[in-house]
């Protein structure tokens, strides 16, 4: 983990209200995983006052790529950062996604879980890693890769414009009974309702996935307690501990095992 | 040469005067390879208690108008774990490792006390957060008390000779009759302030920003009140005073330095900037040598 002076390369609209840019950032290049993200800072003032969490989505040489969704205040000012700024990162956070090897991956994002999501998929690729890419939208217009099932990428919208109408857990399902092996891993990331929507199936299933959590951040690298994320303890939860019913989505995540969370 | 070390009371010597505030720097062992905590003037754990504690259930954060809420739940290790894999740690820094109590019940404040006492630490002293529910009394904070706070520094002082500090909620209606009173129990100096309580609502679904409703505000936001409450308590009492509150930069910190604080503590900003405590020592030194100023003394209380 360091801070870095990263310099913005490019940054222009990916998709509908999606964006994407690419940072030099020789160091945290060096060394990130996919799943892991970085800690912005978005002003040098103190509006927002708060560093924002960013999954790392791409890696190249000395550069890493974001994606990421306009939604606030923080995101609307990295939308209009131009080439040669200097920004601000601490990175590279968090635990990452975890391979295991003789499982068949299947990796399912939507909204801006395309980020972690698009990093592994490269990840993979480069390590010759046969995988599925499963990626949910609500509308054509949000997705900026081509449904390709024969090449092993799936996309969904939820008004059919393109790919399989539905949901990500609808195109989930069409994908698993189209595959062979029956030793898949899933590895999830998304808005809220998709992850809920993707731990229950998954659970129903008894299928193993890893799912990438959002959790509002303080600080990123453990000293707040601000991230908590609830996982099922059989712990007594009248019997004190600490860092069992609640974990750190910064530290122990971001992250889970769909079956460990609450 | 301007000289930064600073003298509480006549107990403890700190190297300089910049802090981390309890629950804004862990431990100082999570980041040894961002901040070299031995350069600051001391450091405050999270606050301990006498068990572990998971704290609150998301979301325990919520970004504000130049601050930040927090409903974290005093989650920690408790004092077993505290004293087997942190208190080794902090006996090796060179700075002040000052250990941050709480509790729910004199009893609890008291033997998490003991239990640390019991191991002849190497530590410079106790800040002792009474911004806690007292579970005895109906939920009422220690420190909206005069009687209580005044009853829990007490007891406390009887059982350390080491450096004992009161951590003082802005949440009151007369600070300074709590600072009288923290300095009558025996405390060796105060620390002002804790965050101010506060609240966030989703204007859209109506649902709290905080898990728990209210939670406390810290950062930018809070630095006036901060500054007032720290004027306050210096004008009432003859021990030192610790300044807290939406300190970001070197100014801010000479300010509390001119409203009667020895030593401040660095919160919110460190989650900005891990380094700023650090940061801030070195541009303290030039700030004061362009006011022509030797020492912090010159100008502390010098407000007008
Ligand atoms: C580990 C991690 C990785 C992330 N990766 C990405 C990514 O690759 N691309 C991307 O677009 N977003 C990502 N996010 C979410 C991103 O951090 C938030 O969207 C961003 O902080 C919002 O900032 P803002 O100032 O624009 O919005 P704000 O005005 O702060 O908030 C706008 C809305 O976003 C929600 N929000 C704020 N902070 C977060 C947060 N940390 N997590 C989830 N929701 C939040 C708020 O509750 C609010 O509803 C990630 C979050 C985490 C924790
Ligand atoms: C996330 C968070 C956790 C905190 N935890 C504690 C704590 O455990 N004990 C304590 O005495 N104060 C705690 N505080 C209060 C700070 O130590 C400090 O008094 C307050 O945040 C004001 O300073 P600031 O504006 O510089 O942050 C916490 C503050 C924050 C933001
Ligand atoms: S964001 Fe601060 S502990 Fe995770």
Partial sequence: ?262 | MVDLTVTLGDKLVLQNPILTASGTFGYGDEVPELVDVNQLGGLVTKSITRHPREGHPPPRIAETSAGMLNAIGLANIGVERFCNEKLPYLAELSTAAIVSIAGSSFEEYQEVMKIIEGRQPRIMGYEINISCPNVHDGGMEFGVSTYMTEELTRHLRELTARFLIVKLSPNVTAISDIAKAAEQGGADAISAINTVVGMGVDPRTGTFQLSTGIGGLSGPAIKPIALAAVYKVAQAVTIPVIGIGGIMTVGDVVAFVRAGAHAVQIGTANFRDPGIGIRLISELGSFLEELGVSRLSEIRGSAH
């Avoid at chain 1, 891993?185 to 809920?196: D, E």
Wanted: proline fraction near 6%; charge should be negative; charged fraction near 15%.
């Fill in chain 1, 1 to 262: 983990m360091v801070i870095e002076e990263a310099k913005v390369r490019s940054n222009g609209r990916l998709a509908q209200g999606i964006y994407t840019m690419e940072l030099t950032a020789p160091v945290i290049a060096s060394s990130v995983q996919p799943g892991q993200f970085v800690n912005t800072l978005i002003s040098e003032g103190w509006f927002p006052l708060l560093r924002r969490p960013m999954s790392v989505a791409s890696r190249s040489d000395d550069r890493i790529g974001l994606i990421y969704k306009v939604v606030g205040a923080g995101t609307q000012a990295m939308a209009s950062w131009t080439p040669g700024q200097q920004v601000n990162l601490l990175g590279p956070l968090g635990n990452g996604w975890t391979v295991d090897e003789g499982t068949f991956p299947v990796l399912v994002g939507g909204g801006v879980g395309i980020a972690p999501i698009s990093f592994l998929h490269e990840e993979l690729k480069d390590h010759g890693i046969e995988h599925h890419l499963l990626m949910g939208a609500r509308d054509g217009s949000e997705h900026y890769l081509q449904h390709a099932p024969e090449e092993n990428i799936t996309l969904t919208t939820d008004n059919g414009t393109v790919g399989i109408k539905g949901t990500a857990i609808d195109g989930l399902k069409v994908v698993l009974n189209l595959l062979s092996s029956n030793s898949v891993t899933i590895f999830g990331c998304g808005p809220p309702p998709m992850l809920v929507a993707l731990k229950l199936f998954v659970n129903d299933q008894g299928l193993p996935c890893q799912l990438a959590t959002e959790e509002i951040m303080g600080c990123g690298f453990g000293i707040c307690q601000g991230c908590s994320v609830e996982l099922k303890t059989d712990v007594d939860h009248h019997q004190p501990s600490y860092r069992q019913r609640f974990k750190l989505a910064c530290i122990d995540g971001p992250v889970f095992w769909a079956h460990e969370l609450a």
